[in-house]
C-alpha cells in the first residue's frame, strides 16, 4: 500500500511516500480504508522529534493521526462494526508506525465511530483530534457549564472553531480571540465577541463588556493571548492549556494554575460529536485538502500557524474502482 513515512525526525523533506504491506490487525481491530488524512499540529512536531519523549516510535512511521475511510476487514472480537461501515477516528497508538497517511490503517474498534450519512468523508475526517480536544477540554477539564462565560483562543483554528461552537451549543457565552481576518468567521460561529489577540488592550476590551471576568479560558493556543488574559482571571477561572510545549509562563496565570490535556481517544464520545455534526449543530471546518503525494506542503501550511480549518490529504477517491 502507499504510505508517506519518516525514516527519522527532521524538516518536511523527511516525508517520503512509499510502498508499505499491509498492516496486520488483532482481534480486537479493524483495517480501515483511509479515504480522507487530517493534518494536525501534532503531526509536525512528532516529525521534528519534539514529542520524542512522550510518543514511542518504530521507524519507519507512517505519519498521521485521524482518518475517516471505510472498513475493510474486522478483527475475530469485533462486534460494532462490518465491512464497508464508514467510519471516523483519532489514531491514538502506543507506537508509532501505523499511521493515518496510508491507504489502510489498523484501528482498536473501542475508538471508532461510524460517519453519519450526511457527513461527506472531508468533513468526517476534520472531527476527531479537534472534536476529542475540545469536548475533553471544555466539558471534562475546565467543567464548562450554561450561562458561564468562556475565552477561547485560537478561535479560527481546528480545535478552536471546533471549541467555540460545542461551548456556545452548550449554552455558554463564548468571547473568543482570533487574528482581524478572521473576525467574521469565528461570530459566525456564534461568538458573542471577538477580539484581536495581538491588540495591547484586548483584556480591557473584554473587561468592558464582562467586568466579573471569565469563568474558563480555552487555550488552544497560549502565548500573548493566554498572558494578555491575565486580568480576567479570577480564583475560581479554570485554565486549560494544549500545548504539549507549555512554558511556566502558561502554567500559572495570576492566581490559577492552568491544566494541561492530553486528548484521548473514545469511540463513545466520538459517536456523539459526529451526531452533533449530523444535525447540523457542530460544522466541522474544512481548510486546504491536497493529495497524499502532497503531505510536505501540508505540513509546511500547518506550521505556518494561520490556516483556517481543517488541512485534509485525499488517499483514495470516494467511489474507488
Ligand atoms: N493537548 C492535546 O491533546 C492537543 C490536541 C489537539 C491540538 N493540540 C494543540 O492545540 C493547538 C491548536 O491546534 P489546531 O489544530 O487548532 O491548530 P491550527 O488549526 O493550526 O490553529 C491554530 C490557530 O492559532 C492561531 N494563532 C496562530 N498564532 C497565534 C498566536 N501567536 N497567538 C494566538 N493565536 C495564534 C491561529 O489563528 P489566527 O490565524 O486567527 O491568528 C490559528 O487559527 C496546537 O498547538 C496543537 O498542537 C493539543
Redesign the pocket.
Known amino acids: 500500500m502507499k504510505a508517506i513515512v519518516i525514516h527519522d525526525f527532521g524538516g518536511p523533506e523527511q516525508l517520503q511516500l512509499v510502498d508499505r504491506p499491509m498492516p496486520p490487525i488483532t482481534h480486537e481491530q479493524v483495517l480501515v480504508a483511509v479515504r480522507v488524512a487530517a493534518v494536525?499540529?501534532?503531526d509536525w512536531?512528532i516529525r521534528k522529534g519534539q514529542l520524542k519523549d512522550f510518543v514511542a516510535y518504530e521507524f519507519p512511521a507512517i505519519m498521521g493521526r485521524e482518518v475517516s475511510g471505510v472498513v475493510a476487514q474486522v478483527g475475530a472480537a469485533v462486534r460494532d462494526f462490518a465491512v464497508g461501515d464508514a467510519v471516523l477516528v483519532f489514531l491514538q497508538q502506543r507506537l508509532m508506525h501505523w499511521g493515518g497517511y496510508a491507504e489502510y490503517v489498523p484501528v482498536e474498534a473501542a475508538k471508532l465511530a461510524h460517519k453519519p450519512a450526511n457527513l461527506s468523508f472531508e468533513q468526517a475526517a476534520a472531527l476527531p483530534?479537534?472534536g476529542?480536544?475540545a469536548w475533553?477540554?471544555l466539558f471534562e477539564v475546565a467543567q464548562l457549564k450554561r450561562g458561564e462565560v468562556v475565552l477561547i483562543?485560537?478561535?479560527?483554528?481546528?480545535?478552536?472553531?471546533l471549541a467555540v461552537q460545542l461551548a456556545c451549543d452548550a449554552g455558554a457565552t463564548v468571547i473568543a480571540?482570533?487574528?482581524p481576518?478572521?473576525h467574521e468567521f469565528?461570530r459566525s460561529l456564534g461568538a458573542a465577541l471577538v477580539v484581536d489577540?495581538?491588540a495591547p488592550d484586548f483584556a480591557a476590551r473584554i473587561a468592558a463588556q464582562f467586568p466579573a471576568g471569565v469563568d474558563v479560558i480555552f487555550a488552544?493556543?497560549?502565548?500573548?493571548?493566554l498572558q494578555g488574559a491575565r486580568p480576567l482571571v479570577h480564583a475560581g477561572t479554570r485554565i486549560v492549556?494544549?500545548?504539549?510545549v507549555a512554558t511556566e509562563q502558561d502554567l500559572q496565570i495570576g492566581p490559577v494554575s492552568s491544566q494541561?490535556?492530553?486528548?484521548r481517544a473514545d469511540g463513545a464520545q466520538l459517536e456523539k460529536i459526529a451526531q452533533l455534526a449530523a444535525q447540523g449543530r457542530l460544522r466541522p471546518q474544512i481548510?486546504p485538502l491536497l493529495p497524499l503525494e502532497q503531505a510536505a506542503r501540508a505540513h509546511e501550511m500547518?506550521e505556518?500557524?494561520?490556516?483556517?480549518?481543517?488541512?485534509l490529504l485525499r488517499v483514495a477517491a470516494d467511489d474507488p474502482a
Request: aromatic letters at 4%; proline letters at 4%; hydrophobic letters at 40%.
Open positions: 494536525n499540529p501534532i512536531r483530534v479537534a476529542h480536544t475533553q477540554g483562543t485560537g478561535a479560527a483554528g481546528g480545535v478552536g472553531s480571540s482570533a487574528s481576518a478572521n469565528v489577540y495581538q488552544a493556543f497560549a502565548g500573548v493571548s492549556l494544549l500545548s504539549p494541561l490535556l492530553i486528548a481548510g500547518s505556518s500557524h494561520h490556516t483556517r480549518g481543517k488541512i
